[in-house]
């Protein structure tokens, strides 16, 4: 059955009508797709606005092409959250329904780096702590945690633990409140030490967000480099007009 022709142009056309298909389970999650000689057949368009489609819907991870292989449905990401709030991946994971998990995977001390000093503005013998952990839920590894906090700012026992939340553990003294985060999203595809942890796939892509939480004094108190699952996870913000 042909695509029906409306004003929009054809690879829009394209791309709702395989969204719908694959909405409907004519396609099935992990699915491989038609070639694209049939594709383009089955919906009366040439494979060049075919090929613009499957662009476009794979930059939304609707689909993952592995070449010389095929084109393949991806999973529809199980969670999703706005980053407007600092909501905890816990809490997303909660919310879908799953329960969460942490596997401690180290946790060390050092002297800074010097991002590190750039970043929490400390001194050169001030030491940092950074913490490796991998979130799951229902027992799958769907995060890979990266934290570096100023040691300054934990308590002095704060290595010896094997969990709890890092912000509990920053505003455990009463004296600082993490405030707010300023975030920045970045899509990557394999990464040599992430995607292994999580159990990827060589072409699942991963979404890194990483975070510099500030306190109520302006100060930096808690980087994250988070290697997010791009096949569970999606992100979202809502923009109001001004």
Do not use: W
């Not at 001390?109 to 940092?128: A, G, M, Q, Y």
């Not at 509990?168 to 990464?191: F, L, M």
């Not at 979404?207 to 109520?216: E, I």
Request: aromatic share 8%; hydrophobic share 35%.
């Amino acid at each position: 059955m042909t695509i029906k022709t409306d004003h929009r142009h054809l690879y829009l056309q394209v791309i709702d009508r395989l969204k719908d298909d694959i909405a409907k389970g004519v396609f099935q999650v992990k699915e491989k797709l038609p070639s694209e000689f049939e594709l383009a057949k089955s919906l009366g368009v040439s494979r060049a606005t075919l090929r613009e489609a499957l662009r476009l819907l794979e930059e939304e991870n609707v689909i993952v092409r592995r070449h010389g292989v095929g084109t393949f449905v991806n999973p529809k990401p199980v969670f999703t959250s706005g980053i407007e709030h600092l909501t905890s991946v816990s809490s997303m994971i909660r919310t879908a329904g799953m329960e969460p998990g942490t596997i401690y995977l180290s946790s060390s001390e050092s002297l800074p780096t010097e991002d590190d000093i750039k970043r929490f503005h400390c001194e050169e013998n001030e030491s940092v702590i950074t913490i490796e952990r991998v979130r799951t839920a229902n027992g799958e590894p769907v995060v890979y945690c990266v934290d570096k906090v100023p040691t300054k700012v934990l308590p002095a026992d704060f290595l010896s633990r094997k969990e709890g939340s890092i912000f509990t553990a920053i505003e455990e003294s009463g004296q600082i409140r993490v405030a707010h985060a300023v975030a920045y999203i970045d899509p990557t595809g394999y990464h040599e030490v992430a995607s292994p942890i999580l159990e990827c796939e060589p072409e699942t892509a991963l979404l890194v967000l990483k975070q510099l939480h500030y306190s109520d004094n302006d100060q930096v108190v808690l980087y994250s480099k988070n290697y997010f699952r791009a096949d569970k996870f999606s992100f979202h913000v809502v923009r109001k007009r001004v």
